[in-house]
């Protein structure tokens, strides 16, 4: 019991662990014990001050451990009966609660009532449930899920039928009997009706029943959300909705060009398979039950952030969903994106997103609950930064936003030319392909008018792809300065002429 006591002050408070002082406050330990008990369990230690985890020990231990289970039976509905100890450590006594997730969730504070008094652990923090969480705490409980339920108020033609053929084209022929089998329909009261997950995936009117069922896609201008760059909001069918998204990363990202080999090979800037497995993990796991906000992907200079709805289902940890741990909100959308091959094997997701970072070199995702939605932050290799010419001053969210798209060039290898820059860098080629010329000369043969922009898109690009050359290289900033076509450049025009 030692060695887990100083384990456990070894670690920093969370979703499973906090630290109190005394029973000075009552309530926020009651608080605590039931955000618990609705979550994923955790061990709560008084006698250690929270902030500087200094061992304080409990005075009169008998009496407090006695009160401190008077307080539980007396304060919580239903009955909570956590195991309370008393724990000796060095030459103190502290009181030690360990709460297991319950299996009669929801729990709340007898004094402000089941609709007011349910509390979840968010981080390290304890956050009121509002009536769309303390269902699904009900339903999990239950083990009911919420996708598979029935919409008797609608019928099944309120499913476009057409439009998951076309989905599953690929993989097999659907047929109607197949919507039953897929839980896309089911029998309420001898008739067939569509299911929550048959509306979310299929419906024709879904955003009539669920509002927020829909997702955003931003780019934002540095590395908050002050300014934006480009926005699409995307309403299809879920998923078709993940192509679509990827279609949006890809849109704001570089796609290097490895002339290393005799056939061309696309290089990204951005790790698709690890954004990819973070897409759909949002949208399988998404809390379709709740209001306000629907599923958000966010692209910013050094980062791109995944946001779901829903907070973890309960009895669920980070660490667990690192170590390949899953639990299903959504069967229905899971089955089919599975069928779909949008989902290669259960609960490996997650562990396979951390491991494909490490193998790229990129810094370790994270995972954040942030209020009621599940945050998966992806970091980039190099940032990715827009220029400042390709946006008229800063625009706003919700102003006007510029069609030229972001052309910033990475770091690449010395054969690999960046594809948002490939025709720029081509046309700079061209001009240099019978002489050598200066800077200005190949603004004016090219038209830019921006330096700039000359240097981000077309000069530089050029120059780390070792296709072009200085003539005064010991000089860079010389007046007389001009550039020429290298061995690499010649061959590279040549390579295109050929294709």
């Given amino acids: ?12 408070e969370g979703k499973t662990l906090e630290f109190k002082r005394n029973l000075s406050s009552p309530k926020n330990i ?25 061992v304080l020990g409990v005075e009169n231990p008998l009496d407090e451990e006695e009160r401190l289970c008077s307080l539980i039976a007396d304060s919580i509905e239903p009955r909570l009966v956590p195991s309370v100890e008393l724990i000796a450590f060095e030459d103190k006594t502290l009181l030690g609660v360990e709460v297991y997730p319950s299996g009669s969730r929801p729990h709340w504070l007898k004094n402000e009532g089941p609709d007011n008094g349910v509390y979840v652990r968010l981080g390290s923090s304890n956050r009121k449930a509002d009536i769309d969480l303390i269902q699904e705490l009900r339903r999990s409980a239950m083990g009911l899920v919420f996708d598979e339920q029935a919409l008797p108020d609608r019928t099944v033609e309120d499913l476009d039928f057409e439009a998951a053929v076309t989905c599953f084209e690929r993989h097999r022929k659907l047929v109607k009997k197949d919507m039953e089998s897929l839980r896309l329909v089911t029998k309420h009261q001898e008739k067939l009706v569509p299911t929550v997950g048959g509306m979310l995936l ?4 879904r955003e009539m029943i669920f509002p927020d069922a829909w997702i955003q896609c931003g780019r934002f201008i540095g590395k908050d959300r002050a300014d934006i760059f480009d926005h699409i909001e995307i309403h299809e069918h879920l998923p078709v909705a993940v192509e679509r998204i990827m279609e ?3 849109k704001h990202a570089m796609r290097g060009a490895d002339f ?3 056939k061309r090979k696309d290089v990204w800037s951005i790790p698709l398979t690890i954004l990819r497995e973070a897409v759909v993990n949002a949208v399988v796991h998404a809390d379709y039950s709740q209001k306000g906000a629907p599923i958000r992907v966010s692209f910013f200079d050094d980062r791109i952030e995944i946001e779901n709805p829903g907070i973890l289902l309960p009895g669920l940890t980070m660490e667990d969903m690192r170590q390949g741990v899953s639990k299903l909100r959504n069967r229905v959308i899971a089955r089919v994106f599975r069928e779909l091959d949008l989902i290669e094997q259960w609960g490996s997701g997650i562990s396979r997103m951390f491991k494909e970072a490490e193998a790229l070199g990129l810094p370790e995702p994270e995972i954040i609950e942030v209020g009621m939605r599940v945050r998966f932050i992806v970091y980039l290799a190099e940032s990715i930064v827009l220029p400042t010419e390709s946006h008229s001053g800063k625009n706003k969210a919700g ?9 910033q060039l ?38 830019i008018k921006h330096r700039q922009n000359f240097r981000d898109n077309y000069l530089h690009p050029a120059l780390d792809a070792e296709l072009i050359e200085m003539t005064i290289p010991e ?21 295109e002429k050929v294709e």
């Fill in 260 to 262: 290393s080999e005799l």
């Fill in 410 to 447: 990475p770091t690449q290898l010395s054969t690999r030319l960046p594809t948002r820059s490939y025709d720029q860098v081509e046309r700079l080629l061209l001009a240099l392909k019978e002489d050598e010329k200066s800077s200005s000369d190949l603004r004016n043969i090219l038209n």
């Fill in 30 to 54: 009651l608080k605590t014990l039931v955000a618990f008990s609705n979550t994923a369990g955790g061990r709560l230690l008084i006698g250690v001050e929270d902030g500087s985890k200094e």
């Fill in 399 to 407: 102003a006007k936003l510029p069609t030229q798209l972001p052309t």
């Fill in 202 to 205: 299929f419906g024709k009117d």
């Fill in 475 to 495: 000089k860079p900033s010389s007046s007389k300065q001009k550039y020429r076509l290298t061995v690499k450049g010649k061959a590279f025009l040549a390579k």
């Fill in 248 to 250: 949006f990363l890809k």
């Fill in 1 to 12: 019991m030692i060695s887990l006591i100083a384990q456990l002050l070894s670690r920093s």
